[in-house]
Every structure is written in structure tokens, then in C-alpha cells.
T-cell receptor, first 112, second 114 residues
Framework: KQEVTQIPAALSVPEGENLVLNCSFT??????LQWFRQDPGKGLTSLLL?????REQTSGRLNASLDKSSGRSTLYIAASQPGDSATYLC???????????FGPGTSLSVIP | NAGVTQTPKFQVLKTGQSMTLQCAQD?????MSWYRQDPGMGLRLIHY???????DQGEVPNGYNVSRSTTEDFPLRLLSAAPSQTSVYFC?????????????FGQGTRLTVV
């Protein structure tokens, strides 16, 4: 059974810092890995999708990497801003089942 | 392009009432699913469908029914609402293109059962 964990559960940093969010999954025979952002009381916004044949994706100040052999993905946020404050969720997808298994999320707070 | 649309956005039910949460997608995706999100529990899969006429149970299916008569729609039915079903419900759809897939989510339905 696929399990997805995220470390840390919560993170508070001053504005301008670079930071790394970690995601681990138990079944490395995957996958696509998708990172989402969720603002309080809101839905999920897709940030980055790493397809099975890729190792990383970049969008603006965000960079996500995927290492299937170690069962890990990281989301790197450069020059953090208060507007980055949200919960970040990683989700692992196994194409043969099409199920999306979520991690518990990392709650990020960027202090001005 | 509407993507995934959920209605209603908010709902209050009395214990024992029934209701249907609506989900529609306009991207012609094969796969649709329902999740519930609870504090400290994360997002948990309730039911999913890999195509019209095909549904299956997820992690927490009890108390919920689904059907998939069309590719576009995937309603979630609560037969007899219970306070334990107070949660935020998300519908998602995804495509499969060879070995690749991507999930798209609706904005959620916040349900309170009193």
C-alpha cells in the first residue's frame, strides 16, 4: 500500500529565505508526483507535475525534483514571500490504478 | 474552460437527511474521484471511477454512494447524513496519456451535519 509522508509538518521562515519541503513515498514503482498548494478554506491548486520520465520541473521560483529510486521528492522555493504562506501537499500517482495518494501536507508561514 | 465544477460550495444538513454533491468536468477525463479532507487526516479517497459505468471504493467509502452514467458527471450521494460526515469534499478528474497523468481538483464543498 502506498504511503506518502511530508516533512516538516509546519515551517515558519522569514521573508526572503530559500526553503525545501520534503515528500517521501513507500512504493517507488511509480509514478508521477504532483505538488499542490492549498490556501485556508480553499481548494487545491496544482503547482508542479513531474511526469514519470522526468526528474525535475521548474516554474518561476519553484523547483520540484523526483528521485524514484529513493522514494523522494523535494519542492524548493526560492526567495520566499509572505504570499507563499499556505499548505503544500504532494501527491503520488500510480498510473496503472489512477489513484492519487496525498501526503499530510506542510503548513508554511512566511513572516514579513 | 471550467475544469472541475462542484456544487454546492456550502451545505448544512440535519442528521439522517440525504443529499447529493455534484461534480462535473469538461475535459473529457476518464478518471474521476471524490476525497474528503479532515483536520489531521489529510485527504482520503472515498470513491473513484475509471470511466462511465465503472466505479470502485476508495479508503473511506462507508455512508457514500456514487454512479458514473456519463464521462462528465460523478455525483456523490450521502444516504443518511451523520455528524462524522462533516468535512470538506473535493472532486478530482485526471487523464491518462501513456505513462503520464495529472489531477485537477474542484474548489470543494464544505458540508456540516448537525
Amino acid at each position: 500500500k502506498q504511503e506518502v509522508t511530508q516533512i516538516p509538518a509546519a515551517l515558519s521562515v522569514p521573508e526572503g529565505e530559500n526553503l525545501v519541503l520534503n515528500c517521501s513515498f513507500t512504493d517507488s514503482a511509480i509514478y508521477n508526483l504532483q505538488w499542490f498548494r492549498q490556501d485556508p478554506g480553499k481548494g487545491l491548486t496544482s503547482l508542479l507535475l513531474i511526469q514519470s520520465s522526468q526528474r525535475e520541473q521548474t516554474s518561476g521560483r519553484l523547483n520540484a525534483s523526483l528521485d524514484k529510486s529513493s522514494g523522494r521528492s523535494t519542492l524548493y522555493i526560492a526567495a520566499s514571500q509572505p504570499g507563499d504562506s499556505a499548505t503544500y501537499l504532494c501527491a503520488a500517482m500510480k498510473t496503472s490504478y489512477d489513484k492519487v495518494i496525498f501526503g499530510p501536507g506542510t503548513s508554511l508561514s512566511v513572516i514579513p | 474552460n471550467a475544469g472541475v465544477t462542484q456544487t454546492p460550495k456550502f451545505q448544512v444538513l440535519k442528521t439522517g437527511q440525504s443529499m447529493t454533491l455534484q461534480c462535473a468536468q469538461d475535459m473529457n477525463h476518464e478518471y474521476m474521484s471524490w476525497y474528503r479532507q479532515d483536520p489531521g487526516m489529510g485527504l482520503r479517497l472515498i470513491h473513484y471511477s475509471v470511466g462511465a459505468g465503472i466505479t470502485d471504493q476508495g479508503e473511506v467509502p462507508n455512508g457514500y454512494n456514487v454512479s458514473r452514467s456519463t464521462t462528465e458527471d460523478f455525483p456523490l450521494r450521502l444516504l443518511s447524513a451523520a455528524p462524522s460526515q462533516t468535512s470538506v469534499y473535493f472532486c478530482a478528474s485526471s487523464y491518462r496519456d501513456g505513462g503520464n497523468t495529472e489531477a485537477f481538483f474542484g474548489q470543494g464543498t464544505r458540508l456540516t451535519v448537525v
